[in-house]
């Protein structure tokens, strides 16, 4: 029904042989996390009756306040705030900067330049006066990576006591020539920097990561996590939303920018959104694993194939996301138009490159997701600039996701851009 052409499901089913034994580790890590989530489930007696949503304030919404424990409690830290309301991971970062920023204070980013939404949060792109960090007499600076990896001394040289807020981002981005951080490498760099300067928080952009190792950067000592609820820890159950997780004083200030000075975490209707946030939750780390299996198998048959990718199939693993560089927009666009064809929705339409608020190139985006933009669901993605790199997450079952891959393979080929 797909017209795939014998040699392209040859290389797949080749391809699917030589990555099982990863396979083999991923379900090991899934086991590890289902254990935890479910302990938290467990510990924090979770019944029917968390998920009847409030209205208004939402005061003394036990569903929402417990939901808060069990995301602590499963990333092994204090506290959390989860909220359907948080409307990307964008916005779960810019409401934690904000939360623990202050005029005057300096955000420190340890991993180059942030991702590109966060620039005008930052204030170091798009119009002055909109409100950004900077707007508010908040300084920027940040310590490149070296060698892939944070450069304690120098982010301890470019530390001061101004600088409130350390920033790691763990998940490379759109960023191609950076490796994704471990948790572990993460919490060390965080505690060598709390040795000598104990009053920063280091705050951790933890999107794409949730879920992929045993444990989350806080565990080792990073002091909070952000991530979005269309990534991995809402198991594309979630219709939306956001969370930030980690010591309980940070937590609390993050909660006034949440809401309000004052008011914090008491309010905040549901408004029925607790079940699939609950149940999202519980199938978060299975549903990582479908997408890490997926995206080592795609690693596979496009190396096959003869183009760089980033993570090789073999290596481990910290987030979800593969690079492909193509190499050209003719390859870019094909490969995203092929990953749609294999999308449970709107699989029929042609993706094309476009002005995304937030971004500064054109971005292609393949995505036909029951959750609109779910990331965690099979996607494909890429800023339309050289070296024309294809971003590739997701997959909520490993066999959707494996046609997804050979889809792309296919439509390569009948457009003449690859040889079999
Ligand atoms: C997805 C992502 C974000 C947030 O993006 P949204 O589209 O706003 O959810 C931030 N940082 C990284 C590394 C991401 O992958």
């Not at 508010?136 to 940040?142: A, E, I, M, S």
């Not at 920097?193 to 989350?216: M, Q, R, S, W």
């Not at 200030?253 to 939750?281: C, H, K, W």
């Not at 590739?392 to 393979?409: N, R």
Request: charged residues 25%.
């Amino acid at each position: 029904m797909f017209n795939i052409d014998e040699k392209v499901s040859a290389l797949c089913r080749e391809a699917e042989k030589s990555v099982r034994p990863q396979f083999e580790r991923i379900d090991e890590i899934c086991k590890s996390n289902t254990m935890k989530v479910h302990r938290a489930f467990y510990n924090n007696r979770i019944s029917e009756a968390h998920f009847s949503g409030t209205t208004g304030y939402g005061y003394s919404d036990r569903g929402r306040d417990d939901l808060d424990r069990v995301y602590a409690d499963a990333f092994e830290c204090e506290d959390a705030l989860v909220r359907h309301s948080i409307v990307s991971g964008t916005h779960a970062l810019c409401i934690a900067l904000f939360g623990l920023l202050r005029p005057g204070k300096t955000l420190l980013s340890v991993t180059g330049k942030p991702y590109d939404t966060l620039d005008e949060i930052i204030g170091i792109a798009g119009k002055k006066g909109q409100g950004s960090l900077t707007d508010f007499g908040v300084k920027y600076r940040q310590v490149e990576l070296k060698d892939g990896r944070i450069d304690t001394d120098a982010a301890i040289a470019a530390m001061d006591d101004t600088v409130s807020v350390v920033f790691i981002q763990r998940s490379k981005g759109y960023a191609s020539d950076r490796r994704t951080l471990s948790s572990r490498e993460i919490g060390e760099a965080a505690k060598a920097i709390k040795a000598k300067y104990p009053g920063t928080a280091v705050l951790v952009d933890n999107c794409y990561g949730e879920f992929v190792e045993e444990h989350e950067p806080v565990y080792y000592g990073a002091d909070v996590i952000v991530g979005s609820l269309i990534k991995n820890p809402g198991g594309s159950i979630a219709r939306g939303g956001g969370y930030m997780a980690g010591r309980a004083d940070l937590i609390e200030l993050i909660s006034y920018r949440l809401t309000s000075p004052g008011i914090g975490r008491e309010v905040g209707a549901t408004l029925g959104q607790n079940l699939d946030m609950y149940r999202g939750f519980y199938m978060a780390p299975h549903i990582t694993a479908q997408a890490l299996k997926t995206s080592v198998f795609c690693a596979e048959v496009y190396r096959r194939l003869g183009f760089k990718v980033s993570p090789e199939p073999e290596e481990t693993r910290s987030d979800i996301i593969l690079t492909v560089t193509l190499g050209a927009e003719s390859l870019l666009r094909a490969f995203c138009q092929g990953i749609q064809m294999g999308a449970p929705v709107d699989s029929y339409v042609t993706p094309e490159p476009w002005d995304m608020p937030g971004y500064q190139n054109k971005v292609i985006m393949a995505a036909g997701a029951f959750v609109q933009g779910a990331s965690i669901e099979l996607s494909a993605d890429g800023p339309m600039r050289e070296p024309y790199i294809a971003y590739v997450q997701g997959g909520i079952t490993w066999e959707s996701g494996y046609l997804g891959v050979m889809l792309s393979v296919q439509k390569l080929l009948s457009e003449g851009l690859i040889k079999i």
